[in-house]
């Protein structure tokens, strides 16, 4: 924390998706880092690749503010605890700033984040094509909501710095928010590595300078911290953590990378501590383990290294016969079922303690918000215990007959359906839990645990 005290935080919102937030957040992040600046890092929404690209850039771990995951004291907690000792927070919005869920337009919107956490917005705007047009755009973000204020604009996909300031002085002479800088059109800065669309690995660290490099070029940072001052958040309670009471072991590798860390954050509060390993890596489990958690990721990308690795299957399947819980989402539900297979059409043969077998697709298969109930008594709770999840994924799962559904799920537009599976104290499903949005549920698991 800076000796003065202060503080800057501000919501980078696009226009519409694709407008570049995700490289200007990653720029901006690191070019303020590389001052020495802490910076929090946010992002709004359920995404969990952009958070290990905001971690990768600011130093720091990023977390989801989502308002269909958290209440308003949730995602105001979250907040104070993540910036209270930076110097700034940047938090990257999703999608347009004002396309939400609700039929208000705003439910689960950037705006709605900027509006509840009382932070101003930074437009990002797509400007290839575009001149004088952009002032009645950035008019109509500025006036849609008098709330929400709107302190300045960067333009993203610019042709050339002279394409930059004829976006200037058309802001300047219609007293408009201000252009504070703008990333020019390059290849360069696409984000490189791309599976089905997604990113699959670390970020280059000479990439993410060279971008830093950009914005400090392009970008005029002071302006940036000036207009988005506000008062310094303060700390949460002191809450102090219980003894170590179990110990939850948590895939992490390549393969299984998915993982909202708020989930694992909740449940020290009730005793539990995460040890990681490497399905792709370790022969063997930790020692002294009293459950498993595998997240998501690109267990397809590794399906042939995940099936060769037989002594890790093998205590795994002796770990579930030892009646201890085990628990998949997404990639990790793949790694529970019988059989995967590759986009080439390889069958490789995963644990085999779920029925069913997965098959990768390229085309996606399901995307959204999800709300559930479990079915039966369980690692979550006695039937009907209620959860919200978000499910994204390209794979589908062949089930056998008369199997035992782990949720009732419903979607956005209240379609019902029977979600992931369950087999003795072993249970996987494609959505991924946010556990925040039922700690009873937690803590029921952290109980599981303990037995």
């Known amino acids: 924390m800076n000796s003065k005290g202060e503080f800057s935080g501000f919501l980078l919102g696009g226009v519409n998706s694709g407008s570049g937030k995700t490289t200007l957040a990653l720029a901006l992040m690191r070019a303020f880092a590389r001052r020495g600046l802490a910076v929090a890092p946010f992002k709004c929404g359920p995404d969990y690749i952009d958070p290990s690209f905001h971690r990768q850039a ?57 509006l509840k956490l009382e932070l101003p917005v930074i437009l990002v705007v797509n400007a290839r094509g575009l001149s004088g047009s952009i002032a009645p755009l950035v008019k109509g973000f500025a006036d849609w909501n008098p709330q929400l204020r709107i302190a300045g604009v960067i333009a993203d996909f610019t042709g050339s ?43 280059d660290s000479g990439w993410l300078d060279a971008l830093a490099e950009e914005a400090e070029r392009t970008i005029d940072l002071d302006q940036l911290l000036a207009l988005t001052r506000r008062p310094q958040p303060e700390p949460p309670p002191v809450e102090l953590l219980p003894p170590v009471q179990t110990r939850l072991g948590v895939a992490r590798d390549a393969a299984f990378q998915f993982h909202y860390e708020e989930n694992f954050e909740l449940l020290r509060k009730f005793g539990v501590a995460t040890v990681d390993f490497s399905p792709l890596a370790d022969s063997e489990l930790p020692p002294e383990l009293d459950g498993l958690w595998f997240g998501g990721g690109y267990p397809e990308l590794y399906a042939e290294q995940l099936a060769s690795n037989t002594s890790l299957l ?43 077998h997965a098959t990768m697709n390229r085309r996606l298969a399901a995307l959204g918000y999800r709300e559930l109930v479990t079915t039966v008594p369980g690692i979550f709770g006695p039937p009907g215990t209620p959860l919200r999840g978000h499910e994204f994924h390209y794979s589908t799962m062949e089930l056998p007959a008369g199997g035992t559904a782990l949720f009732d799920a419903t979607d956005p537009r209240g379609r019902g359906f029977r979600a992931g599976t369950v087999s003795g104290r072993v249970s996987g499903s494609y959505i991924h839990l946010a556990l925040a949005s039922n700690p009873t549920a937690a803590r029921h698991f952290a109980g599981e645990l303990a037995k």
């Open 161 to 203: 710095a002279a394409h930059a300031e004829i976006l200037a002085r058309t802001l300047e002479t219609a007293q408009l928010p201000p252009l504070l800088g703008y990333l020019q059109r390059n290849d360069c800065w696409r984000l490189p590595e791309r599976h089905l669309g997604l990113s699959t690995g670390p970020l």
């Open 314 to 356: 093998e205590a795994i399947r002796d770990f579930a016969g030892r009646n201890r819980p085990i628990y998949g989402e997404c990639g990790g539900y793949l790694y529970l079922a019988e059989t995967l297979t590759d986009l080439e059409g390889r069958s490789h043969r995963m644990t085999a303690l779920l029925p069913g």
């Open 58 to 114: 600011a130093g720091r771990p990023s977390a989801n503010l989502d308002t269909f995951f958290l209440d308003d004291r949730q995602l105001e907690e979250l907040f104070r605890r993540r910036a209270t000792d930076c110097d700034m927070a940047i938090v990257e919005g999703v999608m347009g700033l004002f396309d939400g869920t609700g039929s208000d337009f705003r439910q689960g919107s950037s705006a709605e984040i900027a």
